[in-house]
């Protein structure tokens, strides 16, 4: 049986997570609208309906709020993506990956966080876009705490798949799939406009398929032996 201290000790412990979530839900959206110094603090707290000392009391400072808007999207991405090639090497019978199913598993977890319920969530979007604007340094702690290992395995991945590609010129050609990845994302929109009035599926599922035959094209270009 719990006692009466137990008890009260869950119920706040419940509160204050009920309380992060909802400045993180907030936080993302005013980023996204508005990017880190449009990003009213004053606004925010409002909007969540809590005061500055409770923001503090999670996340430290406005910066440390940033990062955890962005970790609240990328961990989960990043667990689901290594689970996905997890998965497919355990029915792989031992044998390399096929360079599609490599990329399914490190594509499909993003598409479906850009994606909204009426079609593409223009505020996971909008803050992708924003986030290419930080400075350096934001983007190297991100990587290095959030992105290393993920990436590092998946380049693994494709190393045993086509292991006639030097470490330099594979870690070449994923930076080049990162930066094309990121460009559908924050370029989705605009390319839609472009597109109107012609024939094809262009929904972002659809496009991040397509995505998928570009970077494996990418990846065997010039080579004799694609190694799956």
Known sequence: MYKTND??????????????????????????????????MRALTSEAGVNLAAVNYHFGSKKELLYSIFRERIVP?????????????????????????????????????????????????????????EEPDFWQRLYAEEFKGTVETFRQAIHRTMPELSEEELAVRFHFSIGAMLGLLVKHQQFLKEMEGRPGNRDIAALFQNLRDFLCAGFRAG???SGD
């Open 77 to 133: 991405m990043n667990a689901e993506r290594l689970e996905l090639l997890r998965k497919a090497a355990a029915n792989s019978d031992g044998k390399p990956l096929a360079l599609e199913v490599i990329f399914d598993a490190f594509l499909i977890p993003m598409a479906r966080r850009a994606t909204g319920s009426e079609g593409p969530d223009i505020h996971f979007l909008r803050m992708v876009g924003r986030s290419l604007a």
């Open 7 to 40: 008890l009260n000790h869950r119920f706040v412990d419940m509160d204050a997570s009920t309380t992060r979530t909802r400045i993180l839900h907030v936080a993302e959206r005013h980023y996204a609208d508005r990017g880190f110094d449009g990003m009213s």
């Open 223 to 225: 080579l004799t032996n």
